[in-house]
């Protein structure tokens, strides 16, 4: 099946700062999504991302489905940004996602 | 609208009893999924249904899980004689078919 690695495991930043987290994926994909994972364990929904880039506010994403890797973007970072952001990804032929270990984000006041 | 609601939020089975959890996914949706998150981990994929339909179960990790959605809506997941390694969280997650998938709150499962 599809390998997904994310990069860094953890991530230490001072409120304002900015991040880019990365998920390489091994095959080609149909969909890709991006989630943060709040302290309480709700998965919520921040980018449906199979290819190009989006924003929305302080968050951005790129998918680059041809190298096979995608990037998201935190900018002016809050302490309400903190909690686990995971990349998941769809192959073709079936509808599961496959994601990826997290990237642990502290955001330090 | 409603989002994708799960019940119980919490479930704590003593070695050895079954246990029944519940997914309400969004209204229209086509697909339902069900994942399973062992702390520190991500979601692992359980089974898939399309309406009634279970299209995939590759993910169930022995025979004493089973899912069913017998009307096309509502799922559950039944663990039989459950076991201290089936102690993780629950997800399900719905989505139009072949779209975005959209997660519920999850039930975490402790077994003694």
């Known amino acids: 099946g599809i390998q997904v690695e994310q990069s860094p495991p953890d991530l230490i930043l001072q409120e304002g700062a900015n991040s880019t987290l990365r998920c390489n994926f091994s095959?080609?994909?149909?969909?890709l999504q991006w989630f943060h994972q709040n302290p309480w364990g709700q998965l919520i929904n921040l980018f449906y991302?199979?290819?190009g880039t989006k924003q929305n506010g302080r968050l951005s994403a790129t998918t680059v489905a041809t190298e096979r890797y995608s990037l998201l973007y935190i900018s002016s970072s809050q302490t309400t940004d903190s909690g686990v952001y995971f990349c998941?990804?769809?192959?073709?032929?079936?509808?599961?996602?496959?994601f990826g270990t997290g990237t642990r984000l502290t955001i330090i006041p | 609208g409603a989002g994708v609601s799960q019940s119980p939020r919490y479930k704590v089975a003593k070695r050895g009893q079954d246990v029944a959890l519940r997914c309400d996914p969004i209204s229209g949706h086509v697909s339902l999924f069900w994942y399973q998150q062992a702390l520190g981990q991500g979601p692992e994929f359980l089974t898939y249904?399309?309406?009634?339909?279970?299209?995939?179960k590759s993910g169930l990790p022995s025979d004493r899980f089973f899912a069913e959605r017998p009307e096309g809506s509502v799922s559950t997941l039944k663990i039989q004689r459950t076991q201290q390694e089936d102690s993780a969280v629950y997800l399900c997650?719905?989505?139009?078919?072949?779209?975005?998938?959209?997660f519920g709150p999850g039930t975490r499962l402790t077994v003694l």
């Open positions: 997650a719905s989505s139009l078919s072949r779209s975005e998938q959209f």
């Open positions: 095959d080609s994909v149909n969909n």
């Open positions: 998941a990804v769809e192959g073709f032929g079936n509808e599961k996602l496959t």
């Open positions: 991302i199979p290819s």
């Open positions: 249904f399309q309406n009634e339909a279970q299209l995939d």
